[in-house]
C-alpha cells in the first residue's frame, strides 16, 4: 500500500503543529536535507518571515507571556499588521524590530 501525502497535506499539519514543534522540525530538516552551501538563508526560510505571527507566536517569539504582549500593544510599542475578527496578527519585522530594542536596552 503506497501512502503519500500532497505539499497541502503536509502544510496543512505543520500549520496545526505548536510552534516549538515547528522549530524543531525546520532544524531537523536544515540538518538532513539542505547544505549551506547549496541554499541560502533567505531560499530556504525567506517565506516564514513574511508570514504572519499570531499573539501566541509573537510572545513566544519577543520571549515574553502573551499578556505582556498585549501591554505592548495596548502601550503603542508594537501594533498589529492584521486584525481578523478579535484574532491580531504581527509582522515578522515589527518583532525583530522590537526584541532588538529590548535586547539594546537590556544591556545599558
Known amino acids: 500500500m503506497n501512502m503519500s501525502i500532497t505539499?497541502?497535506?503536509l502544510y496543512a499539519e505543520m500549520e496545526r503543529m505548536p510552534s516549538s514543534e515547528r522549530t524543531r522540525f525546520f532544524l531537523l530538516l536544515a540538518s538532513k536535507v539542505f547544505?549551506?552551501?547549496d541554499y541560502t538563508h533567505d531560499?530556504?526560510?525567506g517565506a516564514v518571515h513574511r508570514e504572519p505571527f499570531s499573539v501566541p507566536e509573537a510572545a513566544e517569539y519577543l520571549?515574553?507571556?502573551v499578556p505582556t504582549l498585549r501591554r505592548y500593544v495596548q502601550s503603542g510599542k508594537l501594533r498589529p499588521t492584521q486584525i481578523i475578527g478579535r484574532s491580531q496578527l504581527f509582522d515578522a519585522?515589527?518583532?525583530r524590530t522590537l526584541k532588538r530594542?529590548?535586547?539594546v536596552a537590556g544591556r545599558c
Request: hydrophobic share 30%.
Open 7 to 9: 505539499a497541502e497535506d
Open 93 to 95: 519585522s515589527d518583532l
Open 63 to 65: 520571549e515574553v507571556s
Open 35 to 37: 547544505h549551506e552551501e
Open 43 to 45: 531560499q530556504v526560510f
Open 101 to 103: 530594542s529590548k535586547e
